[in-house]
Structure formats: C-alpha cells, structure tokens
Nanobody, 116 residues
C-alpha cells in the first residue's frame, strides 16, 4: 500500500487548507485511516481518524470543530479539511492507513505552516 499526501502549504492565521491522501496498491481491508502531525521538537500526535464500515470519526480535542476528516472509498482517497487555522497547527501532516493483520502504512508527509 502506498499513501501519498498533497495539499499542504503556507496559510495565514484563520485561513483554510484541504489535505488529501491518495491510496494505491492493495488497499482492500484498510478499515482505519487517519491523519497525524508532528511539529518540530514534538512527538507525532493523532489529529483525526475515520473508521469503516460506518465512517465513524474521531478528533483530537485541539482540532474539534475546526477540522473535518472524510473518505471516498470509491476513489481510495481521504481528506482533511482544516479551517480556522492557528499557528500551533503548524506541523508535518502524515496520512495513515491500517489494514488489519497487514499492519499500518504511512505517507511521506506534507508540511502545513500557519503564519501569524
């Protein structure tokens, strides 16, 4: 499974960005997908997850009400709509997919920088 993120960039405080993750390869059985982020000098942290079947979502408290995760199973893509961005949202954002016994997969990351 290969995961490729896109959509990162530089945005001002209060702005919006939409990240996308495209999955390819043996994508069958990827029940959990999510976004993590890692800021300089900090540990990687969970941002949001979406679980199939049912598209159940979960968010870190720090992004609730501002970020929305979604998934298009037909296109093997996942997105993260980020609104009302804050400087503390600055990080490298990673796409993650978990396929049961096959384990987890990571994308290469995309940089999000929020300037004040």
């Amino acid at each position: 499974v290969q995961l490729v993120e896109s959509g990162g960039g530089l945005v001002q405080v209060g702005g919006s960005l939409r990240l996308s993750c495209a999955a390819s390869g043996s994508t069958f059985g990827i029940s959990v997908m999510g976004w993590y982020r890692q800021a300089p000098g900090k540990q990687r942290e969970l941002v949001a997850t979406i679980i199939e079947p049912g598209s159940s979502t979960n968010y870190a408290d720090s992004v609730k009400g501002r970020f929305t995760i979604s998934r298009d199973n037909a296109k093997n893509t996942m997105s993260l709509q980020m609104n009302s961005l804050k400087p503390e949202d600055t990080a490298v954002y990673y796409c993650y997919g978990h396929a049961g016994l096959r384990g987890g997969y990571w994308g290469q990351g995309t940089q999000v920088t929020v300037s004040s």
